[in-house]
């Protein structure tokens, strides 16, 4: 007598198709979901680096806005004493500076960003702002260098004998006279930098608070 084998059934057929296809549907949504945890995860990392860098440019920034304040009143008024004494023609040692500290520049962060490819993590419109400000950064640097420069070699050896900075005449010698007026024009360039930090410091912010 034959028996009727009940696995090889049409019913068995299906429940054994309908079960693979539960367990295909679970390791696919298991793969997807994973998909998404590592998505999520590398985003998330993304945005937290993003964020540091942001901070640091921030903090860098700030550093030197700080500095800069402090120093800003005492170079203006000290530029507008002299040369009102110049007025009045008594004959003064030319000013140099004698910055220490806060006020001189720092751009450590910033050459991170370049030399570590955090460039990539900036969006195009922040980049250009930054990049616009840290060139006008290396121009400001460079102008204090010329004139630290100048000041070592032909203010500080002769600053004894003020006379020595005078023609026949009574007034500045040329060459003094065009270092003066490359100091002034520095002090502008160091107040359009404050303005500009104080600028970028709020766009910073608003970046890192969107985040």
């Known amino acids: 007598m034959l028996h009727k084998n009940r696995s090889s059934g049409p019913d ?3 429940s054994f198709a309908a079960r693979l296809g539960l367990e295909l549907v679970i390791v696919f949504a298991g793969v997807y979901l994973a998909f998404l945890f590592n998505e999520y995860t590398s985003n998330r990392e993304v945005q937290e680096r993003k964020i540091q860098l942001l901070e640091g440019l921030n903090n860098e920034i700030d550093y030197f806005l700080g500095g800069a304040r402090r120093r800003q009143p005492d170079m203006k008024a000290g530029l507008e004493q002299w040369q009102e004494k110049l007025l009045q023609g008594e004959k003064q040692v030319p000013l140099y500076f004698t910055m ?5 520049p720092t751009r450590s962060m910033w050459q991170v960003v370049l030399y570590f490819d955090g460039i990539d ?8 702002e930054l990049s616009k400000y840290y060139n006008a950064f290396d121009i400001m640097l460079e102008k204090y260098d010329k004139l630290i420069c100048f000041a070592e070699d032909e203010i500080i050896p002769y600053e004894n004998n003020p006379g ?3 023609g026949s005449n009574g007034a500045l010698l040329p060459k003094y006279e065009a270092y003066i007026e490359r100091y002034s024009d520095f002090i502008v360039l160091f107040d359009v930098m404050i303005e500009d930090s104080e600028a970028l410091i709020e766009r910073l912010k608003i970046e890192i608070n969107r985040l």
């Not at 220490?100 to 001189?104: I, N, T």
């Not at 993590?121 to 250009?128: E, N, S």
């Open 121 to 128: 993590l900036l969006d195009v419109q922040t980049m250009f």
């Open 12 to 14: 068995s057929r299906y």
């Open 164 to 166: 020595f900075f005078y």
């Open 100 to 104: 220490r500290g806060r006020a001189l």
